[in-house]
């Protein structure tokens, strides 16, 4: 079985330009959540999304937006990009949002903001 | 807010041997799920073991274990027989149950711990 598979890999972009990350989730899985993963650090939480509603936000400007689509997969878009939006973005996919269901990661997409 | 803490930026071990990775965390919860993560250069995130904070019973997978101190808010990984594949960076990390608000469904990751395994 495929796994999270996202897209692109890697992605190079200017500031002030705009940005969509794609992520598919484990088949079957209806919830997918998105990381920010700084060169040296740990992920931090961005979004989460379950049945094309988001259900949680971190503490990021609203220059960053998500939305999951019918087949649960998901984009998500970083508008206006400063140099610090360079990371690794991961995609994580569960099947529902039991309590504590673990989170299944994808490979990530390398942003890098020039 | 919940914090994550790992106080060992680098680690390392000999082949076949065993090591201890730290992890504290910070939480006035009561129930709460602990993950270990292990993230190989290539990059790709796999799930190691995981902790109910309700359950005793200190979890383990195969060659992983933890060391569950609710009291102390410490659950570290212990790598027992350690193997060249086991070299990558490994992070700790904190669930809540979903109860709402915008935490929902987040997972709470400590700094991380390199790993190095010489043979």
Redesign the interface.
Known sequence: DAGVTQSPTHLIKTRGQHVTLRCSPISGHKSVSWYQQVLGQGPQFIFQYYEKEERGRGNFPDRFSARQFPNYSSELNVNALLLGDSALYLCASSFRELRGETQYFGPGTRLLVL | AQT?TQSQPEMSVQEAETVTLSCTYDTSESD??L?W?KQPP??????VI?Q?AYKQQNATENRFSVNFQKAAKSFSLKISDSQLGDAAMY?C?Y?T??AG????????????TILTVHP
């Open positions: 994550v709460y799920y993950f993560y290539s990059r790709q995130m796999i799930l995981r109910e992070f990390a669930r149950p979903n608000g915008t935490s929902y469904g987040k997972l709470t990751f400590g700094q991380g």
